[in-house]
């Protein structure tokens, strides 16, 4: 399995602010994903995080809300931008490793919004 | 018609029993199905993957997949209070991910 390091891990912001959460993982991976979890339901996919071009966003998430980079196969940022408390969920990095079917999770960041 | 179905549950079954959980999904062309634990407070954590009809036993999990009827199943034997969190149905999809709600298990001592 991969190693993957997702910071911060939990934070409280205020509305309107941004919040950069990252994911750096100890190997190389062929893909990068963002999901939220709202709280008491499931995960949901925000977008694929592609290396070297935009990512790709899931129906009903939008770049300017959400803007992802990844610069390199290792790591991968989520920005959750002007935030409202809807917007507090918990934040979770995925990875796919290279030859390998299976995606494995970081620990998440549970951000809540005021 | 959701993607991925799970009954909600909660499921409770008695320490020791087998525990049952069930996952439909509606794209016939589905080919990687994984089951996922997921411990309240924490991020899920991968327990089997399937990929070809019939049992894929670990230890104490058999994942059943029967792609004809677009079901896929875990089955928890000797279940232990340790076994007590939200199992995650996944089907990949596109490269994707596309989860079931979950499945509350509970196991009493």
């Known amino acids: 399995s991969a190693v993957i390091s997702q910071k911060p891990s939990r934070d409280i912001c205020q509305r309107g602010t941004s919040l950069t959460i990252q994911c750096q993982v100890d190997?190389?991976?062929?893909?990068m994903f963002w999901y939220r979890q709202q709280p008491g339901q499931s995960l949901t996919l925000i977008a694929t995080?592609?290396?070297?071009?935009?990512?790709?966003?899931e129906s009903g998430f939008v770049i300017d809300k959400f803007p992802i980079s990844r610069p390199n196969l290792t790591f991968s940022t989520l920005t959750v931008s002007n935030m409202s408390p809807e917007d507090s969920s918990i934040y979770l990095c995925?990875?796919?490793?290279?030859?390998?079917?299976?995606?494995?999770f970081g620990a998440g960041t549970r951000l809540s919004v005021l | 018609q959701k993607e991925v179905e799970q009954n909600s549950g909660p499921l409770s079954v008695p320490e020791g029993a087998i525990a049952s959980l069930n996952c439909t999904y509606s794209?016939?062309?589905?080919?990687?199905f994984f089951w996922y634990r997921q411990y309240s407070g924490k991020s899920p954590e991968l327990i089997m993957s399937i990929y070809s009809n019939g049992d894929k036993e670990d230890g104490r999990f058999t994942a059943q997949l029967n792609k004809a009827s677009q079901y896929v199943s875990l089955l928890i034997r000797d279940s232990q209070p340790s076994d007590s969190a939200t199992y995650l149905c996944?089907?990949?999809?596109?490269?994707?991910?596309?989860f079931g709600q979950g499945t509350e298990l509970s196991v009493k001592p």
């Open positions: 794209d016939r062309g589905s080919q990687s």
């Open positions: 995080a592609n290396q070297g071009s935009e990512a790709t966003y």
């Open positions: 995925s990875v796919e490793p290279v030859a390998k079917n299976i995606q494995y």
């Open positions: 996944a089907v990949k999809q596109g490269g994707k991910l596309i």
């Open positions: 190997s190389q991976v062929t893909m």
